[in-house]
């Protein structure tokens, strides 16, 4: 997986990535109450690693904004929605920004 997300151009990445949150967008929504938050991590992680730290923190973002319409129907009081989903989209930046580091201090070091 290494070699083929290394050679494909940073936009493609990202449509990829795009992609990812999508389908586990739908599959949270199907899935109704039960938290699918560590499959986000996935779309996240690879573009932190391969596009930078814009590409994890846009992964984080749109991984915020479907979560949040994903658990839009499954819970009956808002205010807790949106303090659980601001929760979960700071938990995912605070990944993205972790892994965009990890690669730019791997990078300098060699």
């Given at each position: 997986m290494r070699k083929f997300f290394g050679i494909l151009p940073?936009?493609?990445?990202?449509?990829?990535?795009?992609?990812?949150?999508?389908?586990?967008?739908?599959?949270?929504?199907?899935?109704?109450?039960?938290?699918?938050?560590?499959?986000?991590?996935?779309?996240?992680?690879?573009?932190?690693?391969?596009?930078?730290?814009?590409?994890?923190?846009?992964?984080?973002?749109?991984?915020?904004?479907?979560?949040?319409?994903?658990?839009?129907?499954?819970?009956?009081?808002?205010?807790?929605?949106?303090?659980?989903?601001?929760?979960?989209?700071?938990?995912?930046?605070?990944?993205?920004?972790?892994?965009?580091?990890?690669?730019?201090?791997?990078?300098?070091?060699?």
């Amino acid at each position: 997986m290494r070699k083929f997300f290394g050679i494909l151009p940073k936009w493609l990445v990202l449509v990829v990535c795009f992609l990812l949150v999508a389908l586990v967008g739908y599959a949270d929504y199907i899935t109704g109450d039960y938290s699918m938050l560590i499959f986000y991590l996935v779309p996240i992680a690879l573009a932190a690693w391969y596009v930078g730290r814009f590409g994890g923190i846009a992964m984080a973002v749109a991984s915020g904004g479907v979560r949040i319409g994903s658990d839009y129907s499954s819970f009956t009081s808002t205010s807790r929605m949106y303090w659980n989903c601001v929760e979960d989209m700071i938990f995912l930046l605070v990944v993205a920004l972790l892994i965009s580091t990890i690669k730019k201090q791997l990078k300098d070091e060699y």
